[in-house]
């Protein structure tokens, strides 16, 4: 009789050690699944989104975010410069939105003819780029930039990179990843006082 409730002790640890193994493998596998058709990953290289995001940062991307609409002013996005689809992918700030004219005189942005006041540029920018004259994007056109300005390829470089096509966005930067001592969401519109 002992040795028989033994044994159903035993087998009835063993199965909750089985269930708990075969719910943890579903939730990776859930996990693994979402994050293969819904995000994607990608290590920063370079100062060019200092301080926001650092150079050899691990951001999470959101792959379906922009689906239906297009980013916001201020977001973060990855894509494919000048649409070359390739392994490397940069991440930028929005700054013009679609159907804007945008012009870099100096320092300073105007989007439209008006100063556009944001505070996410590290430093005095020291070119405007192919922006020193006016650029009417289009309907599906949005004009990137660095936060490190003077350490950044965007949109200014016409030949490298240039006006962003909707079609060529990969994705929303949500998720800073590693360095664990920095793990957590990636702030898009919050304004930074200099």
């Not at 708990?20 to 979402?34: C, E, G």
């Not at 975010?65 to 991440?91: C, D, E, L, M, Q």
């Not at 930039?145 to 006006?163: H, K, M």
């Amino acid at each position: 009789m002992i040795s028989f409730q033994r044994r159903y002790q035993e087998n009835t640890k063993l199965l909750t050690v089985c269930k708990w193994i075969a719910d943890l493998l579903i939730v990776i596998l859930l996990a693994y699944t979402l994050t293969l058709f819904l995000c994607d990953r990608t290590t920063i290289s370079g100062n060019s989104m200092q301080p926001a995001i650092e150079n050899e940062d691990t951001v999470l991307l959101n792959r379906i975010a922009y689906s239906f609409h297009g980013p916001k002013r201020y977001s973060i996005i990855a894509f494919h410069p000048n649409g070359v689809k390739t392994s490397k992918i940069y991440v930028k700030r929005v700054i013009g939105l679609p159907g804007e004219t945008i012009q870099i005189i100096g320092d300073t942005i105007y989007i439209n003819g008006n100063v556009l006041k944001e505070y996410y540029g590290l430093e005095p920018m020291l070119s405007g780029g192919i922006a020193k004259e006016p650029i009417k994007l289009g309907k599906d056109e949005f004009f990137v930039l660095g936060d490190n300005r003077n350490e950044s390829r965007d949109s200014r470089d016409g030949e490298s990179v240039g006006v962003v096509k909707k079609k060529n966005i990969d994705g929303h930067a949500i998720l800073r990843i590693y360095p664990f001592s920095r793990v957590g969401k990636i702030t898009h519109e919050q304004q930074r006082v200099r």
